[in-house]
């Protein structure tokens, strides 16, 4: 990986965050990469050879989410209490520093989502949910794939993950674990009102259409991007670019992160897992 200029994006409402980010900015001044520090509120920029996002898998999100579609690499720094995506600590930042200067660490492309409805086109890297707007109102929805009917829903909403995404708000929901290297979308009914509304795995050229009934809202990522009316349809598929996440040399396996943080299959590990 080319390293001449990198940004420092840090969560101002993660004690110690912004001190992480200026550590790591005055570790790039020292190995003459030119870099700056940025609060995630105020980062706009989508140049640069390398992105930081000092905080959280939040963090990490909304970087990846301003530097679309630029192919910009992304080093998440873990600061909370989860941090399933990001890979380093704030101790061990210097070190991921050094791989990525080195070339050493892995780049890993993770698959987009992509949303319109009306004049509006988003990108999410983990999730599109759509739930009812008004407290207590139930989500009622016909979800299409290209072009033929799947199901009509009634809950409390829907949940649309890419393979980064079934390891966040869907499993929660009851969606299937997938490795984030396989190529899928994963639709997921959010307390439905028929216990036969289950999860469903579609290719990844697949496209989803979803009708609503009654006010929902639409959430990429955690946060709000706007409603949907009774009549409005939401049209989804894979964004034309990934998210370029970095990982450090090492790095635990997909399935020991899930044992570790989400306490997923508790137990020891099978000898010489990594």
């Known amino acids: 990986m080319k390293l001449e200029r990198t940004v420092f994006v840090y969560n101002p409402e993660k004690e110690g965050a912004h001190q992480v980010a200026r550590r790591g900015a005055a570790w790039c001044r020292r190995n003459g990469i030119a870099c700056q520090v940025t609060s995630r509120r105020k980062f706009r ?4 050879d390398l992105a930081v996002a000092v905080g959280g898998d939040g963090t990490l999100l909304r970087v990846a989410s301003v ?3 630029e192919q910009v690499p992304v080093l998440g720094v873990h600061m909370g209490s989860l941090g399933f995506l990001s890979s380093c600590t704030a101790d061990q930042l210097e070190e991921a520093l050094e791989q990525a200067m080195s070339g050493s660490a892995a780049v890993e492309p993770r698959l987009r989502l992509a949303a319109t409805w009306g004049t509006k086109e988003l990108t999410a890297l983990n ?11 139930l989500a009622r929805m016909d979800v299409w794939t290209d072009g033929t009917a799947l199901a009509t829903l009634a809950g409390d909403g ?4 890419s393979p980064t995404g ?16 396989v190529r899928a979308l994963v639709l997921v009914p959010v307390a439905p009102h028929r216990l036969g509304a289950r999860p469903v795995v579609l290719p990844p050229e697949a496209t989803v259409t979803v009708h609503v009934h009654y006010p929902v809202g639409v959430m990429l990522d955690g946060d ?3 409603e949907l009316e009774p009549g409005d349809a939401l049209h989804l598929s894979l964004a034309s670019a990934p998210t370029l996440l970095v990982g450090r040399a090492g790095e635990p396996s997909h399935f020991k992160r899930l044992r570790e ?3 997923w299959l508790p137990g020891p590990a099978p000898k ?3």
């Open 127 to 137: 999730d599109v949910v759509l739930m009812g707007a008004e407290r207590g109102r």
């Open 158 to 161: 829907l949940i649309i993950a």
């Open 272 to 274: 010489g897992e990594t």
């Open 224 to 226: 709000g991007a706007g």
């Open 261 to 263: 943080k989400l306490g």
């Open 45 to 48: 920029c989508r140049q640069g």
């Open 67 to 69: 530097l679309y579609p």
């Open 166 to 181: 079934a390891s966040a708000y869907a499993l929660a929901c009851g969606g299937p674990v997938l490795t984030p290297d």
